[in-house]
């Protein structure tokens, strides 16, 4: 469902459940093109917003409490502001940690009613639960007049998640509240500093396919991934006391002590190493106007994922190598998250001849379905 029908039915059905009129927004959501993994590392982080989200609608109460609609799952919940949100990461918690992070500030939230959903392609791995709490800290800032910035209300959000990974984990939130028309955002995930590079999102297609793989978190071993990061960190802090974090080590002084830390080690850092300066390298294509170019750092992003980070399956390769066979294709590489999609990028006039190549070649070469999905970039968080 386009978000414009999905925010006609959600608001006419708020106002039928609440009997109030509600200031309704749509929140997009998000896929990153590189610098998933450097992120945690205090990295640079190259981030898409997309055409698909949540739609997000709220209207202030003053009966101390929240009641939180669920549109896609149709469950009601009844929460007191006065209590502190429950543990874990449902979207409940995101929700009510969201009004929480706004009385943290001294904002005093009376009440509100909310009712969300979304239009993210379902089993893709894309979650909207960043996307809903980003539209509640919007839609709540604007109703209470609190007055916070786009990263403000970012930082708000992330703290509101349970097991947040850090400045790494601000990526969804950041995306959903300060994405730009025509733009892409590169985001400092240290200092938090971010800047707009060019990008024309109407002329480009980004094709999710999904081969349907079950992963969990230790077949997809990112946990260990960081594990062994940390431990090639800290084996350069000892000659090197200085490194704050991986971001901050040369290639050379990981060469050098490439045999005190062990291949796989050295491989693991070697990656977030290059992937750092893949996006380095993007940001300068982006402002070029080289697309092309970033498409190839898509490509060499994949096969540091498959070859040095080792988080890849051979579903994964396999899209990603098919891709490389369609000669108006410009880059894909493997999602981060623990689905098995891989993003393609691809020019709009393209895009239909692209899925229909993929699904063909995916089909002579393994069983099973192919899902493909066809997704516009430049969304941004807008009231509708």
């Not at 543990?87 to 009510?96: F, I």
């Not at 108006?328 to 998250?337: F, H, I, N, Q, V």
Request: charged share 20%; with cysteine; aromatic share 8%.
């Amino acid at each position: 469902m386009a978000a414009t029908s999905l925010a006609a039915a959600l608001v006419a059905d708020f106002e039928q459940h609440f009997q109030i009129r509600p200031l309704a927004v749509f929140s997009p959501g998000r896929v990153t093109l590189l610098g998933k993994h450097a992120g945690h590392f205090g990295g640079l982080v190259l981030p898409v917003s997309i055409d698909r989200g949540a739609v997000v609608a709220v209207a202030l109460q003053r009966n101390g409490r929240a009641r939180l609609y669920s549109y896609d799952s149709d469950v009601v919940v009844d929460a007191s502001l006065a209590a502190a949100p429950p543990a874990g990461k449902s979207w409940m918690q995101r929700l009510l940690g969201v009004a929480a992070g706004f009385q943290r500030l001294g904002i005093e939230v009376p009440g509100f009613d909310c009712m969300f959903g979304a239009n993210l392609p379902v089993g893709a791995g894309l979650s909207a639960a960043a996307a809903v709490a980003s539209g509640l800290a919007y839609a709540l800032n604007e109703l209470l007049g609190a007055g916070l910035g786009p990263m403000e209300l970012a930082r708000l959000a992330l703290r509101a998640e349970a097991d947040a990974e850090g400045a790494a984990g601000l990526t969804d939130y950041f995306t959903s509240l300060c994405s730009r028309p025509a733009h892409l955002a590169r985001l400092d995930c240290r200092s938090l500093h971010f800047e707009y590079l060019p990008f024309d999102a109407s002329t480009y297609r980004w094709v999710l396919c999904d081969a349907g793989v079950s992963r969990s978190r230790a077949d997809a071993g990112y946990a260990a991934r960081q594990e062994e990061c940390a431990r090639g960190l800290a084996v350069l802090r000892r000659h090197f006391p200085e490194l704050r974090s991986l971001r901050d080590a040369t290639p050379m002084q990981l060469h050098r002590y490439r045999g005190e830390m062990g291949e796989g080690v050295y491989r693991r850092c070697a990656f977030v190493l290059a992937e750092n300066q893949r996006v380095e390298l993007a940001a300068y294509h982006l402002a070029a106007g080289n697309v092309r170019a970033v498409g190839q750092q898509m490509y060499a992003s994949h096969a540091g994922l498959r070859n040095d980070y080792a988080v890849s399956c051979p579903e994964l390769d396999e899209l990603v190598y098919i891709a490389q066979e369609f000669p108006a294709a410009l880059g894909a590489r493997m999602l981060g998250g623990l689905g098995s999609c891989t993003l393609n990028l691809v020019p709009a006039a393209e895009a239909d001849a692209f899925v229909q190549h993929v699904q063909t070649a995916y089909a002579r070469r393994r069983a099973g379905a192919l899902a493909t999905y066809q997704l516009g970039g430049g969304g941004v968080l807008t009231q509708v």
